[in-house]
């Protein structure tokens, strides 16, 4: 029963502490939403970190071996055209995620 408390207790402070963590920016910078660098970071931060997740999860690709790869880059082609064709991210992602398991299981059975 003690153990329960303790859980509940510690899953509070862990909410709380990242309720306070996400709200915190938003009460500390509120008068200066306006500022020329949080106008370019807005702007400019949310692309670049996609780039840099896109580096990190192609990282390891080896176009000699026939593991993985094909099936990263169809995956790939497939989330840049849906994304260009019908500009709509859930979609893309949700189809080059279905995409890329379907063909790395199927490649995992073949081989």
Known sequence: MQ????LLLLIAVMAV???ITRVLPFILLYKVSDHPMLLYLGRYLP???????LIYCFRD????ALSD?????????LVIA?????GNALL???????LYMFLSQSLA???
Do not use: K, N, Q
């Open 17 to 19: 502490a990242t309720f």
């Open 3 to 6: 153990d329960t408390h303790y």
């Open 61 to 64: 690709l080896r176009f000699s």
């Open 47 to 53: 692309p670049v970190m996609m780039v840099l997740l």
């Open 109 to 111: 059975l073949a081989g």
């Open 82 to 86: 849906l994304h260009l064709w019908r």
């Open 92 to 98: 893309s992602i949700m189809a080059g995620t279905g």
């Open 69 to 77: 790869g094909p099936a990263e880059l169809l995956a790939l082609l």
